[in-house]
């Protein structure tokens, strides 16, 4: 969220920051918005000092001043409502206003408009026709989509044999490496409350919509340990990131603890409804897998928070390497940058059945959009009080991921070599072939 008094002082940046983000919303209705809403506030705390001058004189107060109380009493109910429908607008708007992107970030109407920034790697060019991950899975007993279908419903699947321990093995590489490079691990709740994604910004306004947010809802009600039905919605994650951060919220953190570098391992949700009709053979596009997750909390400077961005695409950008897997790195420009993102990277690895690449993470920077929703902020050297920035990225997730592996490392004879450094998760195993598990 952003800062009313910036949007006050700055209404032409975020005017422009609305424009370039392909958001549709009247900045300057909402600042007839806010006027009328601050001025209905300061009538309602006027009512409410003169209710509480007759209140405390008490029974010396003179029917006319009790008289005077009760019409005041009326006031503050016509009041209190007129105020709530102005604030209920206010924050409507609110939720929706974008920081600022990055001065450098190219301007673009959609994901056209990305700009390649690094590659690595070459597509592997085969001496026989290559088959696509769909085919290699039924073929060596690693994927079972059929099942997949029946057990779970569209865009269910299994992933069996060596294939669970190649998958596995990527989220363990991923794992060790962070906490290697000093990130923090954590296995956080996958069910979560509201405000978790509120604040981290995967809903599209205020509350969950159904509609445009994709996101499963979760309609059990809770029962407490007294017996009592807790009415509360309750979601499945699409990333640690939200569980992660709100870890945080209503915190003070101490600025000689910053930055924080946190490691999350979790299952993932997403429902996809946006996405309807898209990539509907095999496991490029699904509603559950799992993901490594790094989330940073830094100081509110603007360097410290660009500097820890690009530590983290280099992370990301190491991991491809590691795994031998072509890749590329994409600035996202200001039409496919999310309402609360400063800066985006995406990476994209090479997937042959597609002759192309296909998005396999990104690493967002936020400033302090997310902080602000949930709260979370830190006491500097000095004294003074900060919303902390946030920051995460994409480790490695797994679907993609092993698609990317099987089809890369496939041989002529329909076997698949492991990556080196998967190796060590794989009970000896260097090649999978028809039983060598």
């Known amino acids: 969220m952003l800062d009313i008094n910036f949007i006050r002082a700055y209404p032409d940046k975020?005017?422009?920051?609305?424009?370039?983000?392909?958001?549709?919303?009247?900045?300057?209705?909402?600042?007839?918005?806010?006027?009328?809403?601050?001025?209905?506030?300061h009538e309602l705390e006027e009512l409410q000092r003169a209710r509480n001058e007759i209140a405390a004189r008490g029974k010396t107060s003179s029917l006319h001043l009790r008289e005077e109380g009760?019409?005041?009493?009326?006031?503050?109910?016509?009041?209190?409502?007129?105020?709530?429908?102005?604030?209920?607008?206010?924050?409507?708007?609110?939720?929706?206003?974008?920081?600022?992107?990055?001065?450098?970030?190219?301007?673009?109407?959609?994901?056209r408009g990305n700009v390649e920034v690094k590659n690595w790697g070459h597509p592997p060019q085969f001496s026989f026709t290559p088959k696509d991950h769909v085919q290699i899975g039924r073929d060596l007993d690693l994927l079972d989509l059929e099942k997949g279908v029946k057990v779970s419903g569209y865009r269910g699947y299994y992933v069996k044999n060596e294939a669970v321990m190649l998958q596995m093995g990527v989220m363990m590489y991923a794992l060790q490496k962070a906490?290697?490079?000093?990130?923090k691990p954590m296995i956080p709740p996958t069910l979560?409350?509201?405000?978790?994604?509120?604040?981290?910004?995967?809903?599209?306004?205020k509350t969950y919509n159904p509609d445009t947010d994709e996101i499963y809802k979760i309609d059990n009600d809770e029962k407490e340990t007294n017996g009592a039905v807790k009415k509360e919605n309750k979601f499945l994650v699409g990333t640690a990131e939200p569980s992660l951060l709100a870890y945080y919220a209503d915190d003070i953190l101490e600025e000689k603890d910053l930055p924080l570098k946190i490691c999350g391992f979790s299952q993932c949700y997403?429902?996809?409804?946006?996405?309807?009709?898209?990539?509907?053979?095999?496991?490029?596009?699904?509603?559950?897998f799992m993901k490594v997750e790094l989330v940073c909390i830094t100081k509110a400077d603007v360097a410290t928070a660009d500097s820890m961005h690009e530590e983290l695409i280099a992370?990301?950008?190491?991991?491809?390497?590691?795994?031998?897997?072509?890749?590329?790195?994409?600035?996202?420009c200001s039409g496919d940058l999310s309402t609360g993102k400063y800066k985006q990277y995406d990476m994209e690895a090479w997937i042959p059945s597609r002759q192309a690449y296909g998005e396999t993470g990104s690493a967002s920077n936020f400033l302090d959009w997310q902080s602000r929703r949930l709260n979370v902020r830190y006491r500097t050297n000095d004294g003074d009080i900060k919303y902390v920035y946030m920051l995460n990225d994409t480790a490695l997730?797994?679907?993609?991921?092993?698609?990317?592996?099987?089809?890369?490392?496939?041989?002529?004879?329909?076997?698949?070599?492991?990556?080196e450094a998967l190796v060590p998760y794989m009970n000896g195993i260097r090649t999978i072939n028809r039983g060598s598990a």
Not at 82 to 111: C, H, K, S, W
Not at 192 to 205: P, Q, T
Not at 315 to 329: A, M, T, V, Y
């Open 397 to 419: 997730p797994s679907a993609r991921i092993l698609i990317a592996i099987i089809e890369n490392y496939q041989h002529a004879d329909g076997s698949i070599k492991v990556p």
């Open 14 to 41: 975020v005017r422009w920051a609305l424009e370039v983000k392909k958001i549709n919303l009247d900045i300057d209705e909402f600042l007839n918005i806010d006027k009328k809403r601050n001025a209905a506030l």
């Open 270 to 288: 997403r429902s996809e409804i946006g996405s309807y009709g898209k990539d509907t053979k095999g496991i490029y596009r699904v509603h559950e």
């Open 315 to 332: 992370f990301s950008r190491e991991l491809h390497e590691d795994l031998g897997l072509p890749h590329r790195q994409l600035r996202i």
């Open 179 to 183: 906490i290697q490079s000093g990130f």
């Open 192 to 205: 979560v409350n509201e405000f978790a994604l509120f604040g981290s910004g995967y809903f599209k306004g």
């Open 70 to 111: 009760k019409r005041i009493k009326q006031k503050i109910a016509e009041q209190e409502k007129r105020f709530g429908t102005l604030d209920e607008i206010y924050e409507n708007f609110m939720v929706q206003m974008p920081i600022i992107p990055a001065p450098d970030t190219p301007i673009g109407n959609d994901e």
